[in-house]
Structure formats: C-alpha cells, structure tokens
C-alpha cells in the first residue's frame, strides 16, 4: 500500500459528460502529479501540483483540468468526454523536500471507459 | 517523441535465472532514473533507483546499471522468482537545476512485461 488513495476505482460514463477524478496523496506529501495510462502510449504525465499551486503542465487536454485543495487532496475533471479519453489515470505523491525527493508514489488508478 | 524507451514489450525467463530489462533514453537534461513494477489493476510501485553520478545500485536481488554515454540502463534481477511476474516501467527525471523548476516530472518508457515461469 502506497499511501495513495483514488477514488472512484471504477467510472463508465458517455460521451459528451464530465467526471471528477479524486486523489488523496500519502500523509505529509505537498506535491501531487496525475498520469494517464493509454493502451498505446504507456505512462504520461498531465499535471503536477505543489501545495495548492499549478507546478508543471504536460500533455493535458485543455477538456482536462485540475487543482490542489488546501488539505492537499487533488481532483481531476475530464470534461466533453471522448472515446479516446478512455483509459487508467494515475495519481502520484512525493515529498519534495525529503530524501527521496524524486520518488513518486502511485495510487492504484481508476479506470475510466467513456461509451 | 519518445524520450525514454523500452524497445522489448516483453520477456520470458525462468525462475532463479538472470532477468535482464533495458531502458534507453535519449534526453542529456535526466539525471535520476527509476524503475517501477506494476501488477494489473493496480498502481506502479517503486523498486529501485540511481542517480546519474553512479553507474550501478544494488538492493537485494535488484541491481540498475547506468551507462551514462550510451544513455542506457538496465535492471538485473538474480535470481528471478514468479512473483517477480509483472510489468516494468524505466522512468526518467531531471531535477531541479536541470529542469529549470521543480515539478520532477517522470517520463516514462512503455514497459516491459516480465513473465518468470516456474
């Protein structure tokens, strides 16, 4: 166990909607990163938040938004889903500050299926 | 344009045999490399890592080998067990001086499926 926390697990919804993705980091960490995981293209990186604050944007529909609330869990929202838009979205944690400053620790995902 | 890549999808070995993973990367700016496990349905895990001013580290059965010139890594692991069965993923970070932020981000290679039979 991680520490990481995802919910829901599980998300079938149609095309055209919109869902929230929810993410709890491990106790103590600022920093979190969300990652999709595509049959395709393996592991990419969307978005990475920093104590309530946008840190790094990557290949991040511009349908696709985040935030940091300040007890430090993170929501992702999909919006005008697409077929394509099905897949695993990963949520990450680290402790920027400490040791392992460049250890990035996973939920275990939800998958999302848009028909 | 991918940055980190795992040219073998999968790979078959036998238990208490050498399980050899490879990893090639092609940005100069990463400067730590991780390796994550991940079994279905659920999230990668970390297994080991090793900063680019090292050329080897070894934890328990795992070891990661970096040649840096080459822009190569490979993970080792002796000797492999069938719960050692999973997906591999070689990921790369630049840290803070070289990304010029401090987001970590990690780019990933597509994975290599390890299957150790008994």
């Known amino acids: 166990d991680s520490g990481v926390t995802q919910t829901p697990k599980h998300l079938i919804t149609a095309t055209g909607q919109r869902v929230t993705l929810r993410c709890s980091p491990r106790?103590?960490?600022?920093?979190v990163y969300w990652y999709q995981q595509s049959l395709d293209q393996g592991l990419q990186f969307l978005i990475q938040?920093?104590?309530?604050?946008?840190?790094a944007k990557g290949n991040i529909l511009e349908r696709f938004s985040a935030q940091q609330f300040p007890d430090l869990h993170s929501e992702l929202n999909l919006s005008s889903l697409e077929l394509g838009d099905s897949a695993l979205y990963f949520c990450a944690s680290s402790d920027l500050a400490g040791v392992r400053y460049n250890e990035q620790f996973f939920g275990p995902g939800t998958r999302l299926t848009v028909l | 344009d991918q940055q980190v890549k795992q040219n073998s999808p999968s790979l078959s070995v036998q238990e208490g045999r050498i399980s050899i993973l490879n990893c090639d990367y092609t940005?100069?700016?990463?400067?730590?490399f991780l390796w994550y496990k991940k079994y279905p349905a659920e999230g990668p895990t970390f297994l080991i890592s090793i900063s680019s001013i090292k050329d080897k580290n070894e934890d328990g059965r795992f070891t990661v080998f970096l040649n840096k010139s080459a822009k190569h890594l490979s993970l080792h692991i002796v000797p492999s067990q069938p719960g050692d069965s999973a997906v591999y993923f070689c990921?790369?970070?630049?840290?803070?001086?070289?990304?010029?932020?401090?987001?970590?981000?990690?780019?990933f290679g597509k994975g290599t499926l390890l299957t150790v039979n008994p």
């Open positions: 940005n100069s700016m990463f400067d730590y």
């Open positions: 990921a790369a970070t630049a840290s803070l001086i070289n990304s010029g932020g401090s987001n970590y981000k990690l780019t």
């Open positions: 938040y920093y104590n309530g604050e946008e840190r």
């Open positions: 106790s103590g960490d600022l920093s």
